[in-house]
């Protein structure tokens, strides 16, 4: 059972989480701890209090996010979006790379794009949450939306995507909280189904 007043508990989980692996990184020899804001969609202004740590190794990238301005009690899913040749995006990796002006996909092949599920999770009676997932090179670990997964940990620019579910449904939660809906089997209306937030690591 999910409790609201664990949300603390669990931000400062993640928060133990990075720091524990970042110490394990630098004691291996790698350099890649990043950090990024976290934007709205919506209005492109960053979420205060939020933010996006991503580290890099030779097998794999790792991510903490930990965000607010989110609809209380409510599930939600983050999304890798891989650009494994970020040279290849047509300006900036961006929707440009993603979809037509209409809003149909058209994925820039060249760019090599992969987009992978990394969590999901309930926000707390205050509209916060706290997500955390491991991406190996070659081996996605989630549903997969598009692409071939992470090639290069080092090399690829990583999005990251908060996506909502609209309200809880006791009968839908687990598509809601680990599909990007509607689900293969399961199904289930994605109409109030969005991306909401994003977080930007660059290579």
């Known amino acids: 059972m999910y409790h609201p007043a664990r949300s603390h508990s669990l931000v400062r989980l993640a928060l133990a989480i990075v720091l524990a692996t970042a110490a394990a990184t630098v004691a291996f020899g790698q350099d890649g701890v990043g950090t990024s804001s976290v934007t709205?969609?919506?209005?492109?202004?960053?979420?205060?209090?939020?933010?996006?740590t991503l580290i890099r190794t030779d097998a794999a990238v790792s991510i903490v996010l930990t965000t607010s301005g989110l609809e209380p009690l409510a599930p939600y899913t983050i999304w890798w979006v891989v650009f494994n040749e970020p040279a290849a995006c047509l300006g900036p990796c961006d929707e440009d790379d993603l979809f037509n002006p209409d809003g149909t996909m058209n994925i820039n092949e060249a760019a090599d794009i992969s987009i992978l599920y990394a969590d999901g999770a309930l926000s707390d009676d205050a509209g916060n949450a706290a997500f955390s997932a491991v991406l190996l090179v070659g081996a996605p670990l989630g549903e997969v939306v598009y692409g071939?997964?992470?090639?290069?940990?080092?090399?690829?620019?990583?999005?990251?995507?908060?996506?909502?579910?609209?309200?809880?449904?006791?009968?839908?939660?687990?598509?809601?909280?680990?599909?990007?809906?509607?689900?293969?089997?399961?199904?289930?209306d994605c109409a109030l189904c969005a991306d909401q937030q994003f977080a930007v690591h660059l290579p």
């Open 148 to 188: 071939p997964g992470l090639r290069d940990a080092h090399a690829a620019e990583i999005h990251v995507v908060v996506r909502s579910h609209g309200p809880l449904d006791p009968e839908r939660a687990f598509a809601q909280l680990s599909t990007f809906e509607p689900h293969p089997t399961i199904g289930g």
């Open 40 to 52: 709205r969609f919506a209005d492109m202004t960053e979420v205060q209090g939020a933010g996006s």
